[in-house]
């Protein structure tokens, strides 16, 4: 088994090399095999040339986005270059690539993805998790946030729809791609990342256990999201992101709005 670590990745040259340091800290006290996949969206800083100076030291696949086409295209993209290298028992972990989140919590969920999860995520909302250097008011939209996707799309074991730090099976990334193509995140921001989450919770896998498969089972497991240790200026624009999140959430509100994704990845019947 690999782990292959995904990271969408725009203007971090101030976290970014924190974030391998402690990412090959930590392959190397599990004793895994990993490899790195960078999906560059169109950096004008020195994204770039950290990344070229650190595949001197670890195996860094690089993508390069010439324009900045955002989150959604980049998560997408780092995912299914990710699911192109990995076997179907591989792992792939993506994370923030701005230092905010801890690669020490990776031993973790792999022990759970081994115990039989199919999608783990480090979560801001469940026993023993902490925020660290977010506002008032960025805590508030948050937990709002939490509270409007569990009443509109509950999904047993899912508490944190947004949390870009997620450990996934790639045989279920792989089927996702197979069933949604290029589809899987149509949103271009930051809320590309409920949609993916909200898409693979229709999915099933067929692991002869029926015609219809099996849906997949999620676990969360706590996380202390340090942005104060964040490299440079938040990204996000929280008004239009919400905005866009609430218009995302209407497209999808019932099967209807996932399925019209999967049937223009199928094509015209």
């Given at each position: 088994?690999?782990?292959?670590f995904a990271l969408p990745a725009y203007n971090?040259?101030?976290?970014?090399?924190?974030?391998?340091?402690?990412?090959?800290?930590?392959?190397?006290?599990?004793?895994?095999?990993?490899?790195?996949?960078?999906v560059d969206d169109g950096s004008t800083d020195r994204t770039?040339?950290?990344?070229?100076?650190?595949?001197?030291?670890?195996?860094?696949?690089?993508?390069?986005?010439?324009?900045?086409?955002?989150?959604?295209?980049?998560?997408?993209?780092?995912?299914?270059?990710?699911?192109e290298l990995a076997e179907s028992d591989d792992i792939v972990v993506t994370m923030d690539a701005d230092n905010t989140h801890s690669p020490a919590l990776i031993p973790e969920m792999v022990r759970k993805i081994a115990a039989g999860a199919?999608?783990?995520?480090?979560s801001?909302?469940?026993?023993?998790?902490?925020?660290?250097?977010l506002s008032l008011v960025r805590k508030f939209m948050s937990q709002g946030a939490r509270v409007l996707f569990q009443v509109v799309f509950p999904i047993p074991g899912v508490r944190d729809y947004t949390c870009g730090f997620r450990a996934y099976r790639a045989r279920v990334l792989r089927a996702a791609f197979t069933r949604y193509g290029r589809q899987l995140a149509e949103e271009p921001g930051f809320a590309a990342m409920a949609e993916i989450l909200l898409k693979l919770s229709r999915?099933?896998?067929?692991?002869?256990?029926?015609?219809?498969?099996?849906?997949?089972?999620?676990r969360e497991l706590p996380m202390v999201l340090r942005y104060d240790l964040k490299g440079g200026a938040s990204?996000?624009?929280?008004?239009?992101?919400?905005?866009?999140?609430?218009?995302?959430?209407?497209?999808?509100?019932?099967?209807?709005?996932?399925?019209?994704?999967?049937k223009k990845a199928d094509g015209p019947s």
């Open positions: 088994m690999k782990i292959l971090e040259e101030a976290g970014l090399p924190k974030l391998l340091d402690a990412f090959h800290d930590q392959m190397i006290a599990m004793e895994s095999s990993y490899q790195v996949v960078i770039r040339d950290i990344v070229r100076e650190w595949s001197q030291r670890m195996p860094i696949d690089l993508v390069h986005h010439e324009k900045n086409a955002g989150l959604g295209k980049t998560i997408q993209d780092v995912l299914y270059r990710a699911t199919d999608v783990v995520i480090a801001r909302y469940r026993k023993g998790s902490r925020v660290v250097g999915l099933r896998l067929d692991e002869k256990q029926g015609p219809a498969g099996r849906p997949l089972e999620f990204k996000m624009k929280v008004g239009s992101t919400v905005m866009k999140t609430l218009k995302m959430m209407m497209r999808l509100r019932s099967s209807t709005g996932i399925e019209s994704a999967a």
